[in-house]
């Protein structure tokens, strides 16, 4: 279990940080999330010790995390890197050597992770020969092949087209079921809320969301409404509390000043019986994201 | 202790299976190589001259003892012959099949006169001939006196005069000899060619490796793997062994050449001029401790300026204080061969400098042993501590990417190390 309690962590003037907290348990997934600079990556560098906070503590299973711990940790940079003229064998067989995995052991599981991952290419081949995508999951092996318990992800999805997003999640959700604790960045509100378990969001160093993804989108109350019925673009606009209407075809995207209006909207669209669509839901992640990061400006 | 050998055996087998490591060794055998052989073919293009010996009115048994005596004289500038007849050896000069002819009487005593064809391929020096014949006069004569060999040797041992050189230092004699004094003046001269070179290559090398992998963000990946300090040394003694590597392979290729070369009489002949065992001296000691002590200086600048690069390209900036650094100490050595200066007596106490300067000083006779070790107390005193702050301050310069100027970064990455170490 990773605890972050009260991290603060300054450069000269400037707060990275402002009083962090969170647990991931082993089998949890916690999504990181917050703009450019919110000081995500000042909190990875704060548990893998690159850095040391200011004030607050960092503990692994109730100790903190040394160069012993070291064999445990799984860590994906946010910018990826491998030596371009080394074979992809002998790649991944360096990092997971370095996480104290035996020569034999990793080359023995190398094809199979290949396959897992759908790696086109052979494992004698060198790595700068790869496209990209295939070189970022040939990295994300190189994370995860010692089965670490604590995994550190940097924007993994960055890059990542959804064919290989969906490959890369599958590969998270299974160290997931192996017990691990992970933890990872992304701007894609999409996959954060597919497989997080958990979401901390954080604004110039503060958290300003902490929870689970569906209590997160249930506080902000279901004020959101997607309707195709009778009724006309100018009918619900003279609904009260309806604050916005977009149209997208026969559709109309509502949001409402309360979650009370909506059954008002329902039952003037059902005078007539059957409607094909009435969906009344919280904001997503995404308009979320965007409703907190956007705060300040607006 | 095992997470350091996987990063040193790592930066060895990358770099020893690299095309630049491969020339970098194999250039300078190559280029000796094809030397010796030029040498070799040019050799063997010079044959000795063919010289028909014909000994005239002398009885068989006799004849034949002379016979026996010239041919065995033969070497690479003479090969003999033996013909029985005068006229025998005349066919052969005109046939063009031997340079020359030999004609010895023993009657009354041992005389000759030689005849040689103008067109012949290799002229006979005729001092070589006539040392030939004295020594068998020699013997001849001795046997006439009935002297014992013991007598012969005692009447032709020369005189015996032994030569001792002194230096005049502090008002009192020290032996000096002018060989030592080349060859130390010769030593050095290679070793300060040879300390620039391996200081350039292999800071280049590791400068270029650290930049490289933190370039490409690898660097990330391997500290939160292991600790900065293992990695750091676990690459400088990879560095090493390739170092090694190449001395020994050198070694080998030496004592595969020198078993070639002894054989050659030039060589033998000029390795009977040189005292070897002038170079197992102090000046020789220090000179190699200066080695040792320099490249590891070096090694870890080079791991100081390739931790401050923030992208690859930047990789040549990592290089060069390195290798102004190196040249500024070539240089500096290289005046010193023209003489003592201030500027040279303070330089060589200066580490990075010193490495290449304090040698030659010494050899040249500027500076006395007592100096010369302060000297690398200094250097070894200045590694200690510079490899200490750089340790700490690689760790944190993984974090520092700007694109401001190199004495910039160096600065941030100092604070960064300071605000770290609180």
């Known amino acids: 279990m990773l605890e972050v309690e009260n991290l603060v962590k300054t450069f000269g003037t400037m707060t990275a940080v402002d009083h962090e907290s969170f647990t991931i348990k082993p089998g949890e997934i916690m999504g990181l999330i917050g703009q450019n600079g919110a000081g995500k990556t000042t909190t990875f560098r704060m548990i893998l010790n690159f850095l040391t906070p200011d004030s607050g503590a960092i503990r692994w299973n109730g100790h903190p995390l040394t160069a012993k711990d070291y064999d445990v940790i799984g860590y994906l940079p946010e910018e990826r890197g491998l030596y371009p003229k080394m074979k992809v064998a002998d790649q991944i067989t360096y990092f997971a050597r370095l996480r104290g995995m035996k020569a034999a052991d990793v080359k023995a599981q190398i094809p199979e992770w290949l396959d897992r991952f759908q790696v086109k290419g052979k494992p004698t081949d060198k790595v700068k020969d790869l496209s990209k995508g295939n070189q970022q999951k040939v990295q994300l092996i190189a994370t995860l092949i010692h089965m670490p318990k604590l995994v550190i992800l940097d924007e993994p999805f960055s890059g990542l087209d959804p064919v290989n997003a969906s490959v890369l999640q599958s590969g998270i959700e299974m160290l997931r079921d192996s017990g691990s604790a992970i933890i990872y960045s992304s701007h894609d509100m999409g996959n954060v809320e597919a497989i997080s378990d958990h979401l901390v969001m954080l604004k110039n160093g503060k958290m300003v969301l902490n929870g689970t993804v569906d209590a997160i989108r249930e506080s902000f109350g279901r004020t959101k409404l997607y309707l195709e019925s009778g009724l006309s673009a100018e009918q619900l606009r003279d609904f009260d509390g309806v604050e916005k209407l977009v149209a997208h075809g026969n559709e109309f995207e509502l949001t409402l000043a309360d979650p009370t209006v909506g059954e008002r909207i329902f039952a003037a669209a059902t005078v007539n019986g059957y409607i094909p669509e009435f969906r009344q839901q919280p904001p997503t992640l995404d308009e979320i994201f965007r409703m907190k990061a956007g705060a300040e400006h607006a | ?422």
């Open chain 2, 1 to 422: 202790m095992h997470k350091f050998w996987v990063v040193c055996g790592q930066v060895y087998k990358k770099n020893v299976r690299s095309g630049s490591w491969l020339f970098l060794v194999l250039s300078p055998l190559i280029f000796v190589g094809i030397a010796g052989l030029i040498g070799y073919f040019v050799s063997q293009n010079v044959q000795p001259a063919k010289v028909a010996v014909v000994i005239e009115n002398t009885e068989a048994p006799a004849k034949s003892v002379l016979n026996k005596a010239i041919l065995k004289t033969s070497n690479s500038d003479i090969k003999f012959q033996t013909r029985d007849t005068q006229s025998a050896a005349e066919k052969a000069l005109t046939s063009e099949k031997i340079d020359g002819i030999l004609t010895v009487s023993t009657k009354p005593e041992i005389a000759a006169k030689y005849v040689e064809r103008s067109n012949a391929d290799n002229n006979v020096d005729t001092t070589t001939l006539t040392a030939t014949l004295s020594q068998l006069k020699l013997q001849q004569t001795a046997a006439s006196l009935k002297l014992s060999p013991e007598a012969l040797t005692a009447l032709l041992s020369p005189a015996k005069v032994t030569k001792r050189t002194v230096a005049i230092e502090n008002g009192k004699q020290v032996a000096k000899n002018d060989t030592t004094a080349a060859v130390n003046k010769a030593f050095a001269g290679v070793l300060t060619v040879f300390i620039l070179m391996i200081t350039m290559v292999y800071g280049s090398m590791l400068a270029q490796e650290i930049a490289t992998e933190k370039g490409s963000r690898i660097m990330e990946i391997l500290l939160s793997s292991v600790s900065a300090t293992t990695q750091f040394f676990g690459k400088l003694a990879g560095m090493f062994l390739l170092l090694l590597t190449q001395i020994v392979a050198y070694v080998i290729a030496g004592a595969i050449g020198w078993v070639w070369l002894a054989k050659l009489d030039f060589v033998k002949s000029l390795l009977k001029q040189i005292d070897f065992s002038v170079l197992a001296s102090q000046t020789t000691l220090i000179a190699v401790l200066f080695f040792i002590v320099g490249v590891m200086t070096y090694a870890v600048l080079a791991a100081l300026t390739g931790s401050l690069v923030s992208n690859q390209e930047q990789v040549n900036t990592a290089v060069m204080p390195i290798s102004m650094l190196g040249l500024a100490g070539y240089m500096l050595s290289f005046m010193a061969q023209t003489g003592d200066s201030p500027l040279l007596r303070i330089t060589s106490f200066i580490p990075f400098i010193n490495a290449t300067v304090m040698p030659v000083q010494l050899a040249l006779g500027h500076a006395g042993f007592g100096m010369a070790w302060a000297s690398l107390g200094i250097s070894m005193i200045f590694l200690i501590a510079f490899t200490w702050v750089v340790v700490g301050v690689y760790r944190s310069n993984v974090l520092v990417y700007s694109d401001a100027n190199f004495m910039k970064r160096l600065r941030t990455s100092f604070s960064i190390w300071r605000a770290e170490r609180k």
